[in-house]
């Protein structure tokens, strides 16, 4: 059954179909390029979108994937709240972690290139003051995330990433120092997210892709 998606790349939101059988991890990690048809490409510049028959995403170059049909969730997961900066997104959600998860233990690592959040909230970075965009779940490159911050270390999820540790409405860096900051205020849900500068609809949480 074909799945509708956006795809959000480092230049613009990817909206239209993907043909390929098999829930949208596994699309992502097929070692293949993600083919979206019916496809329409919403650059970041706030030209108008541009309708194309189909496209061909290279798996790395996919920072954000949502679809239409939400993949399974982990049960008996402990969710984390965690922020992040993705390109030119800033994404705020939560991680699952089953009981007893220590980030320490090679068994705790994730082992492909897509986390799962859920509770996803999207919006452009450079727009902290516009709009969100909200889902029920996401998958996230976590090798194009630039930086973390959450209630634990994620080191080995988002390799290369700045970490920052929150507790108790403070933000320090992994190193330890106190930067003394409070979380970032998130914006409204509703409202066109940074890519309301793409002329893109907000997608409710459960709704088709527009």
Not at 9 to 22: D, I, K, P, S, Y
Not at 60 to 79: E, N, T
Not at 167 to 192: F, K, L, N, V, Y
């Amino acid at each position: 059954m074909p799945i509708r998606v956006e795809i959000y790349g480092a230049a613009g939101v990817a909206v239209g179909m993907v043909a390929q059988a098999g829930r949208l991890r596994e699309v992502l990690e097929s070692g293949t390029d993600l083919l979206i048809e019916q496809a329409a490409w919403h650059p970041l510049d706030g030209s108008r979108p541009q309708p194309s028959g189909s496209l061909a995403i290279a798996e790395d170059d996919v920072m954000i994937a949502i679809a239409d049909q939400v993949d399974d969730l982990p049960v008996h997961a402990q969710w984390h709240d965690i922020a992040l900066d993705v390109g030119p997104y800033r994404v705020s959600g939560q991680i699952p972690t089953m009981p007893g998860f220590d980030p320490g233990r090679a068994l705790a690592r994730p082992t492909g290139e897509f986390v799962l959040l859920r509770d996803v909230r999207i919006a452009l970075a450079v727009d902290a003051g516009g709009g969100v965009v909200t889902q029920p779940a996401a998958f996230v490159n976590r090798y194009v995330v630039d930086r973390v911050a959450a209630d634990l270390m994620l080191g080995f999820f988002f390799p290369g990433a700045e970490m920052v540790l929150t507790s108790g409405g403070r933000e320090r860096s992994a190193a330890g120092a106190g930067s003394g900051t409070a979380p970032e205020s998130t914006t409204t849900p509703g409202s066109a997210v940074g890519v309301s500068a793409i002329e893109q609809p907000v997608v409710q949480p459960g709704s088709a892709l527009a």
